[in-house]
């Protein structure tokens, strides 16, 4: 199977969309598909070009036997509001003309397109009906509802036209799948016919982040002695996360000097999260680590922390999930009573309302003093890891899709 990847992140970029798009495609090609992507130079979550990529001319380039092609894009310093839609927009024109080109010269079986941006839709529906090709969109936010719940489009007017336009999107292509069953619930929502509608989640890196692997020197580093509590955030820094509610949580709880927070990554709200934080004590700023580094910082925490903001309840559902769960740690999650995030929760860490830092604060209290509580609830994520975010088995659904079945 000639299978075309379009999508904005990509490898090497080591989170979200970039890390799992790059892991998908580089499976694929594994499997003896002949295998082609079109994306971004690497920029996220730093909002940075990276060393050796340009973000204003066509370059290409081979990765894990994948002819990667990275087309120009405008990385706002601060992405917010218009800068962006032109960041998401620039994507779709930049990438039109390698589209066509590859969809008419090349002649794929399938174009497998990741959303956000879904902006970069119509031209990839377009070159799959001249080509003949198949469509296949992957939707791991829904970008339009998330900008408005968040505040990034704010006009009701634009909101409903934005809407309408995703809805028959959504309604063109030959599959569409998405990473979480109320995610997929929502796509039928939208007018996806059901057995259209498929669902692909992310995985977790089951064999990257086992515990046995340990904490490499992160505890030592990390922790004044043996019974401080290690809560720690590792990934993107941005606004749907909600990461002031950690904030707020360490603030109540400077008089359990026992418990140090650790945020670990960067993105859009990170010098905003560090501006909040000043002069509390308890809480330490670690960089993007390297994946071998990452996996042990994961491995050494005691607790997990991850906050969502209400707005974003079933829009989104937190890649990272997974890979928490493989570390065999707990988690302390902000999310809506019977929404997804709730659901997976359950029996591997503490759900809290969204937003509410006494709640996440008394929950992080709670799982810090009780070891033995800690330990069951992380091993039965790492149980649900196992059994439930298998990467070949997940990715084979996602073969199958593209393969027309």
């Known amino acids: ?91 779709a024109v930049t990438a039109l003309p390698v589209i066509f080109w590859q969809a008419l010269k090349w002649r794929p079986d399938v174009i497998l397109t990741t959303a956000p941006p879904l902006s970069v839709a119509p ?66 929502s939208k007018g996806v016919k059901i057995e259209r509608a498929v669902l692909v989640p992310n995985w977790a890196g089951n064999e990257d982040f086992d515990p046995v692997r340990g904490p490499g020197n992160w505890r030592e580093q990390l922790k004044a002695d043996r019974g401080t509590i290690l809560a720690v955030y590792a990934g993107n820094m941005g606004r749907k996360q909600g990461l002031e509610t950690i904030v707020d949580a360490a603030r109540l709880l400077q008089d359990k000097p026992s418990i140090r927070f650790v945020f670990c990554g960067d993105g859009a709200g990170r010098e905003q999260l560090v501006e909040c934080a000043a002069g509390l004590t308890n809480i330490t700023f670690l960089p993007v680590q390297p994946l071998e580094e990452f996996a042990h910082l994961m491995i050494a925490a005691d607790i997990h922390l991850l906050p969502q903001r209400a707005e974003a309840a079933d829009l989104v559902m937190p890649s990272k999930l997974g890979n928490i769960f493989a570390s065999g740690r707990p988690v302390v999650a902000g999310t809506a009573v019977n929404t997804q995030l709730y659901d997976a929760v359950q029996g591997c860490g503490i759900a809290v309302e969204p937003d509410n830092s006494a709640e996440f604060a008394a929950a992080i209290v709670t799982l810090a003093e009780n070891k033995e509580l800690r330990t069951s609830m992380g091993e039965a994520g790492r149980c649900k890891a196992l059994s439930e975010w298998n990467r070949d088995r997940i990715l084979e659904r996602m073969e199958t899709s593209l393969n027309g079945a």
Not at 52 to 72: A, D, T
Not at 137 to 147: K, M, S
Not at 156 to 167: D, G, N, V, W
Request: hydrophobic share 45%; charged share 20%; with cysteine.
């Open 123 to 188: 031209p990839v529906l377009l070159a799959c009906w001249i080509s003949g090709a198949r469509s296949h969109l992957h939707v791991q936010d829904f970008e339009v509802e998330a900008a408005f719940h968040l505040g990034i489009l704010k006009h009701p007017m634009l909101f409903s036209t934005a809407s309408r336009i995703e809805r028959v999107l959504l309604r063109s292509f030959t599959k569409v799948s998405t990473i979480s069953p109320r995610m997929r619930e929502r796509l039928i």
């Open 1 to 91: 199977m000639k299978i075309l990847s379009v999508s904005l992140n990509y490898y090497p970029e080591k989170t979200s969309t970039g890390k799992f798009q790059g892991e998908m495609i580089a499976w694929m090609a594994s499997r003896g598909h002949q295998v082609r992507a079109i994306a971004a130079p690497p920029y996220y979550p730093e909002w940075k070009v990276a060393p050796g990529y340009s973000g204003w001319r066509y370059m290409r380039e081979n990765v894990e036997g994948v002819l990667v092609f990275r087309v120009p894009l405008y990385v706002p310093s601060a992405p917010g509001g218009a800068r962006r839609l032109l960041h998401l927009g620039s994507f």
